[in-house]
């Protein structure tokens, strides 16, 4: 029977678990495993990682990302301590205050952007003005970038080399959102490594869920400081399953043949193909490039309406000040297919 055309865009999280991931949980329900982490698919996803990522690499599985940040930036930053992120960054606005909360009190410090790329010289004026503030301010400890970005952007190697250069040369610790990881990678056409240690970050949240996973996303670091008792910030916080080889389980399945990749690349080329056609649209504006697997588009009021009660999904998102339209925003996944994306235009 043929599968209904998917007219729900409103984020790849709507999307089904792959049948890969469902077949290694499958798998690994058959008998019986160590619990808390000592199992078999534990130990082989840090064997895989560490292949993947050409450098030694601790390894945490954790259920969401929500729980991967915010266990990380508290590993690097003190209850007084504060983390440079932009001000798109999901950290600063979709969190509900759990980065200050697993850090008992550390603050965010977002800084503006056009796109949800950082500039380095507005990291460059923070830190300076950081610095000049002694005893009244929260030091700055952590620089946080997401890659690919919350406008569907992604920065360059070169681009994030000048931030964390930046950063490491007055002593932060760098931490990467890596929600949408392999849609970045995907587009960059680099290596794991090249998008993480090499280019400066210590430590990476590591998405899965967005990309075919149940529930299954990893903090991986590559400073052995910041991995110490990391395991205990896990337990303490409640994010230690029992049952750790349902985590693993799912994430081997994404990452041991590039099936990760394979999936990012697939929802970027859904992107493209949306982007290419919402472009010919007379009434449509595309107020930023379309990197990896997010699509924003300001359209009139009546044709939003209209999508909406032909049944599609999408978040309408705050429309800028002097924009003529409703700024939506389209979401393509490992799942979307063509006809998904042309029965969308074919309706606008």
């Not at 209850?79 to 960054?89: K, R, W």
Request: net charge negative; charged share 20%.
């Amino acid at each position: 029977m043929t599968e209904a055309i998917r007219k729900n865009f409103a984020s790849d999280n709507i999307a089904p678990v792959c049948p890969e991931v469902m077949a290694a949980l499958a798998r690994v329900n058959e008998g019986s495993a160590a619990s808390y982490g000592e199992d078999s698919e534990t130990s082989a996803l840090a064997v895989r990682m560490a292949d993947l990522f050409e450098c030694r690499t601790w390894v945490f599985p954790v259920a969401t990302g929500t729980a991967a940040n915010s266990l990380a930036l508290s590993a690097a930053t003190a209850p007084f301590g504060a983390v440079i992120c932009d001000q798109s960054a999901h950290i600063n606005n979709d969190e509900a205050g759990a980065p200050e909360f697993f850090m008992h009190g550390a603050r965010l410090m977002p800084l503006p952007s056009p796109d949800g790329r950082m500039d380095p010289g507005a990291l460059d004026t923070a830190l300076t003005l950081n610095a000049g503030g002694g005893v009244h301010t929260s030091p700055v400890q952590t620089l946080s970038l997401t890659q690919s970005t919350e406008w569907g952007t992604v920065y360059s190697l070169d681009q994030l080399d000048a931030l964390t250069g930046r950063a490491r040369a007055v002593g932060l610790t760098t931490h990467l959102d890596g929600a949408r990881l392999g849609n970045a990678i995907a587009a960059l056409g680099c290596s794991p490594a090249e998008a993480t240690w090499k280019a400066g970050f210590d430590m990476v949240s590591l998405g899965g869920t967005k990309n075919g996973a149940m529930a299954a996303e990893a903090v991986l670091i590559f400073e052995e400081d910041l991995a110490q008792n990391f395991l205990r910030r896990i337990k303490r916080s409640g994010h230690l399953w029992s049952k750790q080889r349902y985590l693993s389980a799912q994430l081997m399945a994404l990452f041991e043949d590039g099936l990760w990749l394979r999936h990012a690349v697939q929802a970027n080329l859904m992107a493209q193909r949306l982007a290419h056609g919402l472009r010919r649209h007379p009434a449509a504006s595309l107020p930023f490039d379309v990197q990896s697997n997010e699509v924003f588009v300001v359209l009139p009021e009546r044709s939003v309406a209209a999508l909406e009660a032909l049944g599609f999904g999408f978040y309408r998102w705050t429309t800028p000040p002097g924009v003529d339209g409703v700024l939506i925003r389209l979401v393509t996944c490992w799942a979307t297919e063509a006809r998904d994306v042309d029965n969308l235009l074919d309706a606008l």
